[in-house]
């Protein structure tokens, strides 16, 4: 048993079936509430933010009167924090060998006693190729080998603990023997769902990564971009196809611990998406749109993001999951 009363997280290292095939953060592990669920901001963002670690006894001494003010109909998720990393492979090395060095670390750290303890959830996040070409006719770029760790954990006082492990610190500090530090960007989010239906069985994620034009401030580039993703929902094929759609808006509770291994917070303000779907023909289907398309192009166009923001397929690896 955790010092938490919950028991002590499985390690799932080896199976990709699907029901170890879910989500992304940087760690995590443990047993998910049945209240689970991102949701809708509608009040001041400060008042959000502590709401929301106050049902999640998210608490910490990090000052939260920065965070941009979220849009008015998001809803935060309340149960759960969360915290994500993004990580581009070097120039050095390929897509293939890059993903093989990413499951290792994950798998390493799964392996330390106070991961084991603390955190809820710990999800690879890797891009696949079944989307490929299609970010071109978006006007936006193709992405780079790219690997995304998401972690669940109950209170940002877990997530603390871990990153001041000193194992957690020496596997971060031999990463970077393969870019893991320079070559990515660490933060806590808030999860806003924007879509949900219940459906049975499992879902395919495509994930898209999204930064603020420059000059544009975070809580306009917050706004703006919720605003855009609530038309785009309202087209008939995505309406259609996709069955949950969440964005991952950073917050900046755990900047100080990330930055001392060596991770920094995005330079820009970013938004991760996540749109879930039964298939992959449907979500081909989306991205094959010509309305889709054409409403995607727009938001380069009209600067609601930069066209350097990409979208990819994924196949998401539980790898500690209790």
């Known amino acids: 048993m955790s010092e938490t009363g919950h028991p002590t997280p499985q390690r799932l290292t080896s199976s990709r079936t699907s029901a170890h095939i879910e989500s992304a953060q940087w760690f995590g592990a443990r047993r998910y509430r049945p209240c689970w669920n991102p949701l809708f901001l509608c009040m001041d963002a400060t008042d959000v933010i502590a709401t929301s670690l106050t049902h999640a006894n998210c608490r910490l001494s990090t000052a939260l009167s920065d965070h941009p003010p979220p849009p008015p109909s998001m809803s935060t998720r309340k149960d759960l924090c969360c915290s994500i990393g993004i990580h581009r492979a070097p120039a050095y090395l390929s897509k293939d060998e890059f993903t093989a060095r990413m499951s290792a670390l994950a798998d390493a750290l799964c392996a330390v006693p106070v991961v084991q303890k603390n955190l809820v959830k710990f999800d690879v996040i890797t891009r696949t190729n079944i989307l490929e070409g299609q970010g071109t006719a978006m006007q936006m770029s193709e992405p780079q080998p790219i690997v995304l760790f998401l972690h669940e954990y109950e209170t940002g006082e877990h997530m603390v603990e871990v990153l001041a492990d000193p194992n ?14 320079t070559g990515g960007t660490s933060f806590g989010v808030n999860v806003v769902t924007k879509m949900q239906r219940d459906t049975p069985g499992t879902n395919v994620h495509a994930f898209g990564i999204c930064s603020a034009p420059p000059q544009v401030s975070a809580a306009q580039f917050t706004a703006n971009f919720e605003a855009f993703i609530e038309k785009f929902l309202e087209l008939p094929i995505v309406r259609k196809n996709f069955v949950k759609y969440t964005i991952l808006f950073p917050q900046n509770v755990l900047d100080k611990e990330f930055q001392s291994l060596g991770l920094s917070a ?45 979208f990819f397929a994924s196949e998401i690896i539980t790898k500690l999951s209790g």
């Open 168 to 181: 957690v610190q020496k596997l971060v500090a031999e990463a970077e023997e393969f870019g893991f530090q």
């Open 266 to 310: 995005p330079t820009t303000p970013i938004a991760v998406t996540r749109g879930e779907a039964k298939n992959w023909d449907a979500v081909v289907e989306i991205a094959e749109d010509p309305e889709v398309r054409e409403f995607m192009a727009g938001g380069v166009k009209d600067f609601v993001f930069q066209a350097e923001s990409s």
